[in-house]
Nanobody
Framework: DVQLVESGGGSVPVGGSLRLSCVSSVGYVFSSHCMGWFLQAPGKEREGVAALNIDGKTTYADSVKGRFTISQDSAKNTLYLQMDSLNPEDTGMYYC?????????????????????WGQGTQVTVS
């Protein structure tokens, strides 16, 4: 299985920015998996916020469109989530996830059931 380690969380004021990182234990993860970022707010279920398909296509939740950007650096085995114009509703634990392809592609990328490898999470607090 792929091991994922997130970092970059912290406390920021409303309107601030953070960049989360997710390092993979294997070098081929981006050529064989789809990748996603999920947010679990206090008392709520884990929800997808951004995802990257095997062909480079990105998907974003409506709540973060125009504010968050998902990207990858294959040379560093690292997935990123740039978060701008943060607001209190963005507060929670952010998880990185990797999902295996089905027939060479990934579907329903903002659904947690599409993923089978998860990191331990990094906390983001906006106030």
């Amino acid at each position: 299985d792929v091991q994922l380690v997130e970092s970059g969380g912290g406390s920021v004021p409303v309107g601030g920015s953070l960049r989360l990182s997710c390092v993979s234990s294997v070098g081929y993860v981006f050529s064989s998996h789809c990748m996603g970022w999920f947010l679990q707010a206090p008392g709520k279920e884990r929800e997808g916020v951004a995802a990257l398909n095997i062909d480079g296509k990105t998907t974003y939740a409506d709540s973060v469109k125009g504010r968050f950007t998902i990207s990858q650096d294959s040379a560093k085995n690292t997935l990123y989530l740039q978060m701008d114009s943060l607001n209190p509703e963005d507060t929670g634990m952010y998880y990185c996830a990797a999902g295996r392809l089905r027939n060479g592609y990934c579907y329903s990328l903002l659904n947690r059931l599409a993923y089978n490898n998860w990191g331990q999470g990094t906390q983001v607090t906006v106030s």
